[in-house]
């Protein structure tokens, strides 16, 4: 469910037409909305209340304060997953008892940083950075809070870049030998193993893999208290999956029903850490096309969003709905099923200005006539767009904009030439 509809034939987000907000602040431009986003950690709220959960949404997703501040005010914590991430998270508001912090490769600068803003834990991902996390512990005279984070080794279940539980990533520790691992630490002056944690990539539109990661948890929870840890958190992580192409997501009580029955058994509190789920479907990208062009028989819209700003496609081969933002007489709104044909669309490209054959948003997509000037949406932008977006090319960075009801406000300005060499020390010698 999203709050982007047409309305007499215009794209509106909200209430508000897309072409006012292309027209106000320019293209690209990702343009979210907040009833969305409230909609659906609601929807996680809603059920998994029964556990009260701490849900903690992931800044990696989309950091953006404002975005982050929403989510605090309506009782989110956050996953961070590294130093700056937690600066983000503490900046938008969050409360570090509700900020857990994972990630393979802690510094001793973050793990400080993170000790000093007092944050829920650490989500340990290998033996050393246990120990070291110790020692860092030791260092400043306290004692670290850590969640174990397990590889539960399922079946593949996504993209081969984003599946994180499968043998042989570099995520987690294995659980063949997480046992062991969390034996050498029984007793440390310097560290209370009070959780356990998985996340098992990410998009996931099945429930089955948390079905069998929170079977394979509950062991490990017993076992681990066994060994006398006090686990009192488990940490199922994030990757709900969400509708790209079509309907195709499953609702998030689908996930709580095989969670919440090892919540029950093993008495802990559930964290999740959503991010994609909440932000995805709440954000679009809005670009104008510039040109038109054929070659070798294929037919290009050339438009002025790249793979810099969202580069999905190029680099997962992400599908995105794309449709023009005022479609002509005759077309639908965009069509709920691309796979079947669509009437008075051709096979098209759709492709920014970067100078890469990999810089594109959609290959041989049915699409109608475009011409310059004409708007394009670009839909479920909202989670690892901007996140992920660069300077490649010299391209500045697309603004934001945040509608709620009636009214937009920019929540990231377009970048300028000058924010380009900024950083660049003594660029105007
Ligand atoms: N927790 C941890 C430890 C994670 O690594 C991630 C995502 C999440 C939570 C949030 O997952 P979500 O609920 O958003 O699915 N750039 C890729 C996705 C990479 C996900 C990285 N980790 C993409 O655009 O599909």
Redo the contacts with the bound molecule.
């Keep these: 469910m999203d709050h982007f509809q047409y309305l007499d034939r215009v794209l509106h987000c909200e209430e508000v037409p897309l072409a006012e907000l292309a027209e106000k602040y320019g293209t690209p431009l990702f343009v979210y909305s907040q009833a969305t986003l409230l909609h659906h950690l609601k929807q996680i709220q809603s059920a998994f209340a029964e556990a009260d959960p701490i849900v903690?949404y992931?800044v990696?997703?989309n950091g953006n304060i404002h975005i982050a501040r929403l989510m605090a005010e309506h009782g989110s914590g956050f996953?961070v997953?590294s130093g700056g991430e937690l600066f983000r998270a503490l900046k938008a508001g969050g409360d570090p008892k509700k900020i857990v912090f994972?990630?393979v490769g802690k510094t001793d600068v973050e793990m400080r940083y993170a000790f000093e803003t007092g944050i829920l834990f650490f989500?340990v991902e290998s033996e050393q950075e246990l120990h070291r996390l110790g020692e860092v512990a030791k260092s400043i005279g306290t004692v670290a809070r850590a969640a174990l984070?397990v590889n539960p080794d399922l079946p593949p279940k996504?993209?081969i870049?984003?599946d994180?539980s499968v043998k042989g990533v570099k995520?987690g520790l294995d659980i063949d030998t997480i046992l062991e691992v969390a034996q050498g630490v029984v007793g440390h002056p310097n560290l209370q193993v009070v959780g356990l944690?998985m996340?098992l990539?990410?998009?996931?539109l099945s429930a089955e893999p948390y079905r069998q990661g929170a079977e394979k948890g509950a062991i490990l929870i017993a076992a681990l208290r066994k060994q006398g840890h006090p686990i009192q958190y488990l940490n199922m992580?994030?990757?709900?999956?969400i509708h790209y192409r079509k309907q195709e997501a499953l609702p998030a009580q689908a996930f709580a029903e095989v969670i919440l029955p090892v919540v029950r058994e093993t008495k802990c509190r559930l964290v999740l850490?959503?991010?994609?789920?909440?932000?995805?479907n709440a954000g679009l990208l809005l670009s104008r096309v510039i040109f038109t062009k054929e070659s070798g028989g294929k037919h290009y819209i050339i438009q002025d969003a790249a793979m810099n700003d969202l580069?999905?496609p190029t680099?997962?081969d992400?599908f995105h709905r794309i449709w023009p933002v005022a479609p002509s007489a005759g077309l639908p709104a965009p069509p709920l099923d691309y796979e079947t044909a669509i009437p008075h669309t051709f096979p098209q490209n759709v492709v920014g200005p970067v100078c890469e054959s990999g810089d594109f948003l959609a290959k041989d997509r049915n699409l109608p006539t475009m011409k310059r000037g004409d708007l394009l949406a670009t839909f479920s932008a909202g989670?690892?767009?901007m996140?992920?977006s660069s300077n490649y090319n010299a391209r500045c960075r697309a603004a934001e904009v945040l509608v709620t009801g009636r009214t937009h406000r920019l929540i990231r300005r377009r970048e300028t030439y000058d924010d380009l060499v900024r950083a660049e020390v003594d660029c105007n010698s």
């Excluded at 990539?201 to 996931?204: D, K």
């Design positions: 903690c992931s990696k997703t996953d997953t994972a990630g989500d984070r996504t993209h870049k984003t994180t995520f944690h996340h990539g990410s998009p996931i992580g994030g990757g709900f999956g850490e959503p991010g994609r789920f909440i932000v995805g580069i999905r680099l997962y992400s989670a690892y767009g996140a992920m």
